[in-house]
């Protein structure tokens, strides 16, 4: 079935450091989704790419989709505190079902 | 607006027993329904997910069961418990199959002693 890997597991950073997580596919993606879950609550939706090399920018996050839209990135610039959680990519399986799989996440931590 | 309830929030259970998850959403009709699992520090594992009433896919071979009786009420069971079932369980929803974002409610929080 549809699956996704996503590097790294854990990222350490001093507030003001950029972070970058990355996901990437076998197989080529429809779209592809991002969420961030804060410690103690549940998934957020952050954005859903679509056309092959799509940039998006939600003030210091950006994403992107690949130009073979097979892989993605999150990257955030100047982390704070406020952007402690994990991130996670998800994609939607092979069939039309609506099933969404979620790749391992990263988590991240910021060090004032 | 839609908004989706999922109950009860914490619960504590001993190996053997039984449990029972509901989940709600308002505001919507028709949607794409889901339960993820997600284990202590860890991703979020797909368990079932429902595109209709009485229509549920598993995904996981497992002692859990999910039920759609009503088109925005999805219930999540196990007759009897394991310990490898304690995580956190989160419902979601979704409007659109293929392209829609997940929505989710706040989590259940089960541990099994």
């Known amino acids: 079935g549809q699956q996704v890997m996503q590097i790294p597991q854990y990222q350490h950073v001093q507030e003001g450091e950029d972070f970058t997580t990355y996901c990437n596919s076998s197989t080529t993606l429809s779209n592809i989704q991002w969420y961030k879950q804060r410690p103690g609550g549940h998934p957020v939706f952050l954005i859903q790419l679509v056309k092959s090399g799509e940039v998006k920018k939600q003030k210091r996050l950006t994403f992107q989709f690949g130009e073979a839209k097979k892989n993605s990135s999150l990257h955030i610039t100047a982390t704070q505190t406020t952007d402690v959680g994990t991130y996670f990519c998800?994609?939607?399986?092979?069939?039309?079902?609506?099933?969404?799989?979620f790749g391992q996440g990263t988590t991240l931590q910021v060090k004032p | 607006s839609q908004t989706i309830h999922q109950w009860p929030a914490t619960l504590v259970q001993p190996v053997g027993s039984p449990l029972s998850l509901e989940c709600t959403v308002e505001?919507?009709?028709?949607?794409?329904l889901y339960w993820y699992r997600q284990a202590a520090g860890r991703g979020l594992q797909l368990l079932f997910y429902?595109?209709?009433?009485?229509?549920i896919s598993s995904e996981v071979p497992q002692n859990l069961s999910a039920s759609r009786p009503q088109d925005r009420q999805f219930i999540l069971s196990s007759k009897k418990l394991l310990l490898s079932d304690s995580g956190f369980y989160l419902c979601a929803w979704a409007r659109l199959a293929n392209t829609g974002e997940l929505f989710f409610g706040e989590g259940s929080r089960l541990t099994v002693l």
């Open positions: 998800a994609v939607h399986g092979s069939s039309n079902t609506g099933k969404l799989i």
């Open positions: 505001g919507t009709s028709n949607p794409n």
């Open positions: 429902s595109v209709g009433i009485g229509q």
